[in-house]
C-alpha cells in the first residue's frame, strides 16, 4: 500500500477538504495511474450529499470522481497493454467478474458483480473503492482506457462519464440524419449529448430550463433550442420527436417531454433525481410512447466512443479548477450554472 492525496466527504453534510487515502500496490493485471485531470460530475454530488440513499448508499470518507485522465507511472508483470507513459483514462467502473453473460456482451455496467470507481466495496483493501478526486490510481487493465492523441486530455477527461452516458442510448436509438432528438437540460451530459447527435448527422434540438444557454446551445451543435418554461414553443413541437435524452438532475414534469414524442417516439432517462416521478399513463398510451433508463456504458463501447470522438474531434467544453474550488464548483452545479463541464486540474492537490 501506499498513500495518496486526495479530497474526502466526511458525511453528507461536510464540505469535500483534504484526506490521505492508501491505494494498493499494482497486482500482476494492474496499471498505476498519476492522475492529471478529472471531470466533476454531477452524480458525485448526489452521491457526497448521500442523495442516492435508497439505491446505493453512501460510506464516508467518500472520495469521488469517475471522470479519470491520466499518465502510466507503474504495470504489472501481466499487463499487455499499456506501459508507462501512456496517456489513459478511467470512468464510472474499475472491475466486473469477466465471465457473465453481460460481461462478456461487453456490458461491464450491468454485471452483478461490477465495481463502481468510488463508493464500491474493494475486493483488495477491504475498504471502499475511492475515485479520480487523488492525484494517483490503481486500476485492473480491464478497466483502462486510450484517450486519442489529439484531443486535449484535460477536455477529454468528461467523455469517461458524460460521453459515453450519452453515446450509448443515442447509438442504441440509431440516432442519425433524418432523426429529430431532443437533449433535455444543457449540463455536462446534455452538452455532450449534443456535440455526439449532432456529429452523428441528427437534427438536434436543446431542451432546457435556461434562456440564456441559447447562442451557447447552437454553438454546440444544435440545430433549434425549446425553452421548455414557454408553453407556446412547447407546443409547436408536439409529438415531432423520434428520441428525446432526458439528462437532468433534479425534480421535473416528465409527461411535458413524453407528449413532445411521436407516436411509437421514445425517451431515454439518464439523469437521475433524488425523488420518483410522477407519469400519467395517457402520457403513454397515447402515442404508444415508450421510456427507458440507460446507464453509463461498458468498456468496448466506451473505447469506441473515445475513438469516435477522436475522429470528429469532440472534447467537453469545460472550466478547469483547482481542487480547493470544488465545493464552489458543486454549489454552481445546483443552480444549472455550468459551462459546461467542471474539471479538476490535479496538478492543484500537489501544490
Ligand atoms: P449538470 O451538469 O448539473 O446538468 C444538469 C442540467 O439539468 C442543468 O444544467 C440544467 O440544464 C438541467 N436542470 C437542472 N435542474 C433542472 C430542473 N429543475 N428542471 C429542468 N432542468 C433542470 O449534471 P450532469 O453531470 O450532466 O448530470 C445530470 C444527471 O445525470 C445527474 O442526475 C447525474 O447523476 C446523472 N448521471 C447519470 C448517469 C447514468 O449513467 N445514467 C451518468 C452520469 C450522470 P438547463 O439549464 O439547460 O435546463
Ligand atoms: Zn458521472
Known sequence: ????????????????????IERREPTAHDVRIEILYCGVCHSDLHLVRDEWHAAMPATYPLVPGHEIVGRVTAVGSAVKGFKPGDRV?????????????????????????????????????GGVTYGGYSESVVVDERFVLRIPENLDPAGAAPLLCAGITTYA????????PGTKVGIVGLGGLGHMGVKLAHAMGANVHVLTTSPSKRDDARRLGADAVIVTRDPEQMRQHAGSFDFILDTVSAAHDLSAYLNLLRHEGHLTLVGAPEKPFEIPAFALLAGQRTISGSVTGGMRETQEMLDFC????????????PMQRINEAYERLLKADVKYRFVIDMASLKG
Open 89 to 125: 483514462g478511467v470512468g464510472c467502473q474499475v472491475d466486473s467478474d469477466g465471465s457473465c453473460p453481460d460481461c462478456r456482451a461487453g456490458h461491464e455496467q450491468l454485471c452483478a458483480n461490477v465495481v463502481l470507481t468510488y463508493n464500491a466495496p474493494d475486493k483488495h483493501t
Open 169 to 176: 442510448p443515442l447509438r442504441r436509438r440509431h440516432v442519425g
Open 310 to 321: 477522436g475522429q470528429h474531434n469532440i472534447t467537453a467544453d469545460i472550466e478547469l479548477i
Open 1 to 20: 500500500m501506499y498513500k495518496a492525496r486526495a479530497f474526502a466527504a466526511a458525511s453528507a453534510t461536510a464540505p469535500l477538504s483534504p484526506h490521505t
